[in-house]
């Protein structure tokens, strides 16, 4: 089936460590995005990208970094230099600009900074 | 500035007790409005997508409707089933970028 895989599910970090979550397609999606979720806020974006080998800064980029190396994957490194990481982060895709805002959401990751 | 503002926060409901879910919206120019229901600790799924006034899209108990300034997400005879966040979502003309709003969190009772 085709969809969008978000791991791992759950993550706990120390401070000043860097994380990455990994995102995986297989809808043949064009475009891919990242969001951070917090409780009663709606979903902020991080980072986006159109092809391979191109992002863009979304709303809140500092602290988050991505690399676009295959069509399939899209992985986000939160660093240290995030200053409040604890969030639930969501992985999207669309066929890009022909699907503009029908998004396929991955299942997200919950990190939580120790 | 795009803005995205929906209302109420949390709506509790008795089962079967039908109501609706405001999305307003102040963008240049709308390429598109979209609805999503996220469950707890999961992805968003998308449910419609509305172009332009006057369109309404159904699936199930629910009815999304569209004006030049909000929509709607019309809920009948909701099921305990129903219970989940709502989320709004615009794109404004020239982009493809969603701005979400803060969501609806429902609680349908039995």
């Known amino acids: 089936d085709g969809g969008i895989t978000q791991s791992p599910k759950y993550l706990f970090r120390k401070e000043g460590q860097n994380v990455t979550l990994s995102c995986e397609q297989n809808l043949n999606h064009d475009a891919m995005y990242w969001y951070r979720q917090d409780p009663g806020q709606g979903l902020r974006l991080i980072y986006y990208s159109q092809i391979v080998n191109d992002f863009q800064k979304g709303d809140i980029a500092e602290g988050y970094s991505v690399s676009r190396e295959k069509k399939e994957s899209f992985p986000l490194t939160v660093t240290s230099a995030q200053k409040n990481p604890t969030a639930f982060y969501l992985c999207a895709s669309s066929v890009g600009d022909g699907g503009a805002g029908e998004l396929f959401f991955g299942e997200g990751s919950r990190l939580t900074v120790l | 500035e795009d803005q995205v503002t929906q209302s109420p926060e949390a709506l509790r409901l008795q089962e079967g007790e039908s109501s609706s879910l405001n999305c307003s919206y102040t963008v240049s120019g709308l390429r598109g409005l979209f609805w999503y229901r996220q469950d707890p600790g999961k992805g968003p799924e998308f449910l419609f997508t509305l172009y332009s006034a006057g369109e309404e899209k159904e699936k199930e108990r629910l009815k999304a409707t569209l004006t030049k300034k909000e929509s709607f997400l019309h809920i009948t005879a909701p099921k305990p089933e129903d219970s989940a966040t709502y989320l709004c979502?615009?794109?404004?003309?020239?982009?493809?970028?969603?701005?979400f709003g803060r969501g609806t969190s429902l609680i349908v009772h039995p």
């Open positions: 979502a615009v794109v404004p003309g020239g982009s493809y970028i969603p701005t």
